[in-house]
């Protein structure tokens, strides 16, 4: 189905279309994760065309049974979505039929689950009570305006300075790379490209360092985000 299309539907899934001003009239893309607890694979329980849906989709909802355990599978499908590049907000649902102590335990056991998905807002909402809705679909607008927003090369470069000021990337064998500006190399998801000396030799550790800071910047919450690194020129023509 293309992107301009109906939402598909299967076994509790459906997919936002690509019309963000009718997000509204479409259906949300609704994971009921407690279904796949005892699923080998997701393509056994959502099959390729749903897996092609959430791909196709701007937004997911990613709904969390507040009364059931989050499983390893659960943390597969998520991770799913991550990779797909989607936009994405948790709704954990039935959340009015919990005490104060349980609902602390539940969000501690999300925090530790889904940590990857520290990127997205969680609302923590009731579907029977229509409490918490509003808020969950005003994140739904915020996460496909950061997942499509433009990021101009001069204040990438100046952010991307300003990080290297305070925390250089650290030396990798016998030179540092340096990077030396950053330009903006597609949208949904938002994909920063930095060139510099060697850059191709930062670690994981800086790029996360990078991607918090260009996160914090522009203020890209509900949206995966992602760096590449393109090196110039030798390393070795400019060590420290």
Same mark, same amino acid.
């Given at each position: 189905?293309?992107?301009?299309?109906?939402?598909?539907?299967?076994?509790?899934? !459906? +997919?936002?279309?690509?019309?963000?001003?009718?997000?509204?009239?479409?259906?949300?893309?609704? *994971?009921?994760?407690?279904?796949?607890?005892?699923?080998?694979?997701?393509?056994?329980?959502?099959?390729?065309?749903?897996?092609?849906?959430? !791909?196709?989709?701007?937004? +997911?909802?990613?709904?969390?049974?507040?009364? @059931?355990?989050?499983?390893?599978?659960?943390?597969?499908?998520?991770?799913?979505? =991550? !990779?797909?590049?989607?936009?994405?907000?948790? @709704?954990?649902?039935?959340?009015?039929?919990?005490?104060?102590?349980?609902?602390?335990?539940?969000?501690?056991?999300?925090?530790?689950?889904?940590?990857?998905?520290? *990127?997205?807002?969680?609302?923590?909402?009731?579907?029977?009570?229509?409490?918490?809705?509003?808020?969950? *679909?005003?994140?739904?607008?915020?996460?496909?305006?950061?997942?499509?927003?433009?990021?101009?090369?001069?204040?990438?470069?100046?952010?991307?300075?300003?990080?290297?000021? $305070?925390?250089? &990337?650290?030396?990798?064998?016998? *030179? $540092?790379?340096? &990077?030396?500006?950053?330009?903006?190399?597609?949208?949904?998801? &938002?994909?920063?490209?930095?060139?510099?000396?060697?850059?191709?030799?930062?670690?994981?550790?800086?790029?996360?360092? =990078?991607?918090?800071?260009?996160?914090? @910047?522009?203020?890209?919450?509900?949206?995966?985000? $992602?760096?590449?690194?393109?090196?110039?020129?030798? &390393?070795?023509?400019? $060590?420290?």
């Amino acid at each position: 189905m293309g992107r301009d299309g109906p939402p598909h539907r299967a076994r509790g899934v !459906e +997919v936002l279309g690509r019309k963000p001003r009718l997000v509204r009239r479409l259906q949300l893309l609704l *994971f009921q994760l407690q279904d796949v607890l005892r699923a080998r694979e997701v393509r056994e329980v959502v099959g390729e065309a749903q897996l092609q849906a959430i !791909e196709d989709a701007n937004v +997911v909802i990613l709904m969390v049974d507040a009364q @059931a355990d989050v499983s390893d599978q659960d943390a597969h499908i998520a991770d799913f979505i =991550l !990779e797909s590049g989607r936009a994405l907000v948790v @709704a954990v649902n039935k959340w009015d039929g919990l005490d104060s102590y349980v609902r602390e335990q539940t969000r501690q056991i999300l925090q530790h689950k889904l940590k990857f998905l520290d *990127f997205a807002k969680f609302h923590f909402v009731s579907a029977k009570e229509n409490t918490g809705l509003q808020a969950l *679909f005003r994140s739904v607008d915020g996460a496909y305006a950061a997942a499509t927003t433009k990021l101009s090369t001069p204040r990438l470069t100046r952010v991307l300075a300003d990080a290297v000021a $305070r925390q250089a &990337p650290p030396k990798h064998s016998l *030179f $540092r790379p340096k &990077p030396r500006y950053a330009h903006q190399g597609g949208s949904n998801p &938002p994909i920063i490209v930095v060139h510099g000396n060697a850059v191709d030799q930062i670690g994981d550790s800086y790029r996360r360092y =990078l991607e918090h800071t260009f996160r914090e @910047a522009f203020k890209l919450q509900g949206t995966p985000l $992602r760096i590449q690194f393109v090196t110039g020129k030798n &390393p070795f023509d400019d $060590r420290d």
